[in-house]
């Protein structure tokens, strides 16, 4: 089934830095959003990105999408200790944009 | 706050002893889904509901039913646990009024099963 793999699996950074993560996936979607978990808990929508778009904005947060390379990415600037999360991106497919297939999600650790 | 709510947020069950979790939603969203989560895993969606619609997913196993006995409520039962059923289950919804392209969803805080 369709899927995003994400990159890295995990990631450890110092507060202040800047947190990449990546997210590739094997067919056309209609769009690919981006979902923050922490510990325990549910999951939060961060940002949705459309197939026709290639860059969005949201806060510290900014989101590019290749749809040629079927590839995604999601950049915290300035991160926190409060960053510390699961994150996770998500494809919505053509024929049913309601569903989503999510990604295995990268673990990203803020040290103070 | 408008938001979605998931009864109980922790749930221990005996192997084979049917089990409920609630969901319940004041978003009044049309669509409702249940995943499952296990640890350090992806969710998995199991089924959701497009208004009074049922849709389960081909590799959702026999064992997973749902009701929708209205647009707030959400059911997910569980009717023979098994030990590989322990995991986090989310309930979440989203609105596809109105037509467009992509429908962010909201989750609840989750129940985590526990099967002994």
């Known amino acids: 089934s369709q899927q995003g793999e994400e990159d890295p699996q995990a990631l450890s950074i110092q507060e202040g830095e800047n947190a990449t993560m990546n997210c590739s996936y094997k067919?056309?979607?209609?769009?690919l959003q981006w979902y923050r978990q922490n510990s325990g808990r549910g999951l939060v929508h961060l940002i949705l990105?459309?197939?026709?778009?290639r860059e969005k904005h949201s806060g510290r947060l900014r989101v590019t999408l290749d749809t040629s390379k079927k590839s995604s990415s999601l950049l915290i600037t300035a991160s926190r200790a409060a960053d510390t999360a699961s994150y996770f991106c998500a494809t919505g497919r053509m024929d049913s944009s309601y569903k989503l297939i999510f990604g295995s999600g990268t673990r990203l650790l803020v040290r103070p | 706050d408008a938001m979605v709510i998931q009864n109980p947020r922790y749930q221990v069950t005996q192997f084979g002893k049917p089990v409920t979790l609630s969901c319940s939603q004041t978003l009044n969203h049309n669509v409702m889904y249940w995943y499952q989560q296990k640890s350090s895993q992806a969710p998995k969606l199991l089924f959701h509901y497009y208004d009074k619609d049922f849709n389960n997913e081909a590799d959702t196993p026999d064992n997973f039913q749902s009701r929708r006995p209205n647009t707030s409520f959400c059911f997910l039962d569980i009717r023979s646990p098994g030990l590989g059923d322990a995991a986090m289950y989310l309930c979440?919804?989203?609105?596809?009024?109105?037509?467009?392209?992509?429908?962010?969803?909201?989750f609840g805080p989750g129940t985590r099963l526990t099967v002994t």
């Open positions: 067919t056309s979607i209609n769009n």
């Open positions: 990105i459309r197939s026709n778009e």
């Open positions: 979440a919804t989203s609105s596809d009024v109105g037509g467009g392209s992509g429908y962010e969803q909201y």
